[in-house]
């Protein structure tokens, strides 16, 4: 499939703006979103690593000064995205959302260094990305996890990345929504809104991102008075990875690791807090109403991404993985098809995503390689059915949301190309 390898470059070339890229060029995300920039620098580095570097320094020009990496940058303010620079109303040199992403900068980053060859003034400018994820992972660290816990919180769904999941149903219907709330969504208007986020869930994000805005974003008060807290298990498994290659990095460059080889042993000491020994199965937790979240979400298998050491657990998310949704024609749907909160065609709420194949397929790599080969060989096969888009059914792998989708496209060349 050599015309679609081109495809996938061509597609990040065609959504590529000065020094970023965006997610899609369909209008839908007109701007610089964090984690889909982490995708897109790894796509780029199969074909110009400059490119990838590039991408991922736009990004960190945008760093707050505490540390925190926004989820959004605007380095284009003339657009109709809700919500807008002027909504958020912050950040540090370029307009920027006031919340962050999964950080998966350090993997990236790491994938990137493994397989290149870097000339000098490459390294140089790793050294300084490295420096910025470091203070970025500090930050997480710092105001996410006040109380020394080994994992953090996210204050907004946003920051999961998977907005809608029904992860987050329960602790979202206790947001009361703001009174008189006035705002004009645009999303609803570029994709068919059955296949989005509902009314109501925007009237609580829009609430919880202006009560954010009240405080000015100051993360300590944020921790606490956010009217979302929850510590997820697909977010904190992808920040444990980020913590593990980021040690990495540290060590290759002979800066110092010790604060965060002491938050991974934190991590590793607690992440079991999260294994209901009964249910045989890990849950979020809702620290704000103090209540625990099972939802059979695919983000719960990020965990053999963050490989955690322990071989009974392994083999038990394993066992459950080829459960999830094996019957379907495509895999893996983002909410087991049973559950009664899954939605075939909604976001986050059941719909196949490339990135979660991907750490999923990693994850597995070097546990059981079958099952790996057997996913890529999917993940690959729907993309090439189907084409680049954002998500697409586990029934019948119809297309969804954005399409020429960076990290879809992006993946796609990890996929094909990674020959580790
Ligand atoms: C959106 O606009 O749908 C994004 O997912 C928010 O980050």
């Avoid at 140089?124 to 020394?148: G, M, T, V």
Wanted: glycine share 4%.
């Amino acid at each position: 499939m050599k015309h679609l390898i081109n495809k996938a470059k061509k597609t990040l070339l065609g959504n590529r703006r000065r020094g970023y890229t965006l997610p899609t060029n369909n209008k839908l995300y007109p701007a610089q979103w964090n984690w889909d920039s982490g995708f897109i620098a790894l796509g780029y580095s199969y074909f110009n690593l400059n490119f990838a570097l590039k991408e991922i320094n736009t990004l960190l020009d945008g760093q707050w000064k505490d540390g925190m990496v926004p989820h959004i940058l605007f380095h284009d303010t003339n657009t109709n995205y809700y919500p807008n620079y002027t909504a958020w109303n912050c950040g540090n040199k370029i307009h920027s959302s006031g919340i962050t992403q999964p950080p998966i900068l350090a993997t990236i980053l790491k994938e990137i260094l493994d397989k290149n060859k870097i000339n000098k003034s490459q390294l140089l400018n790793i050294k300084k990305i490295i420096k910025k994820i470091k203070k970025y992972h500090e930050w997480f660290i710092k105001f996410r996890d006040p109380k020394k816990t080994g994992l953090v919180s996210i204050l907004h769904p946003w920051e999961s990345g998977y907005d809608n999941s029904p992860i987050w149903d329960d602790p979202m219907e206790k947001v009361k929504i703001e009174k008189n709330l006035k705002y004009k969504r645009a999303d609803n208007k570029v994709i068919n809104p059955d296949h989005r986020p509902h009314n109501i869930d925007y009237d609580r994000y829009v609430t919880i991102k202006n009560n954010l805005r009240s405080i000015k974003y100051n993360p300590k008060k944020a921790y606490k008075s956010s009217f979302f807290n929850v510590v997820d298990v697909g977010f904190n498994s992808i920040f444990l990875k980020a913590n593990k290659d980021l040690v990495y990095l540290l060590d290759k460059f002979n800066l110092d690791k010790s604060k965060i080889n002491k938050y991974i042993k934190l991590t590793k000491n607690n992440f079991l807090k999260l294994y209901d020994k009964r249910k045989k199965t890990f849950f979020s937790k809702d620290l704000k109403n103090k209540k625990k979240i099972y939802i059979p979400s695919i983000t719960n298998y990020f965990l053999l991404f963050a490989d955690f050491d322990d071989d009974k657990i392994n083999r038990k998310l394993i066992k459950d993985l080829k459960k999830h949704n094996y019957k379907d024609k495509y895999f893996f749907s983002s909410i087991k098809p049973n559950h009664k909160s899954f939605e075939e065609k909604r976001y986050w709420r059941g719909p196949v995503w490339i990135n979660c194949n991907w750490f999923i397929y990693k994850g597995l790599k070097n546990k059981d390689n079958l099952l790996s080969k057997k996913v890529k060989k999917k993940t690959i096969q729907i993309i090439e059915k189907k084409g680049f888009h954002e998500y697409y059914s586990c029934k019948n792998g119809q297309p969804m949301g954005a399409n020429n989708f960076s990290w879809t496209a992006a993946l796609y060349l990890d996929l094909k190309l990674n020959k580790n």
